[in-house]
């Protein structure tokens, strides 16, 4: 892993943990602005890792959300 994709990744990763501490869905956003003006190649390598960390989650919800459902269902129709 080169120094770029490290940094970004770990910017990435603390900037999702703050993001859910304050509340604030869109402070990747702000943090990608202050990227923005000093390296583009960090800024383009945390948008990055940002979009898949948010794609994962968003999926990864879906997907318990979608076997809870399945096991209801299936607890329902085995209960008497």
């Given at each position: 892993?080169?120094?770029?994709?490290?940094?970004?990744a770990?910017?990435?990763?603390?900037?999702?943990?703050?993001?859910?501490?304050?509340?604030?869905?869109?402070?990747?956003?702000e943090?990608?602005?202050?990227?923005?003006?000093?390296?583009?190649?960090?800024?383009?390598?945390?948008?990055?890792?940002?979009?898949?960390?948010?794609?994962?989650?968003?999926?990864?919800?879906?997907?318990?959300?979608?076997?809870?459902?399945?096991?209801?269902?299936?607890?329902?129709t085995?209960?008497?």
């Open positions: 892993m080169s120094t770029l994709e490290a940094l970004a770990k910017l990435a990763e603390d900037t999702m943990k703050a993001q859910k501490e304050l509340g604030d869905e869109r402070l990747f956003v943090v990608s602005n202050i990227l923005a003006a000093s390296s583009q190649s960090l800024e383009e390598a945390y948008l990055t890792e940002v979009r898949v960390r948010m794609s994962e989650e968003k999926a990864r919800a879906f997907l318990i959300n979608k076997v809870k459902a399945a096991r209801a269902a299936k607890a329902a085995d209960t008497p």
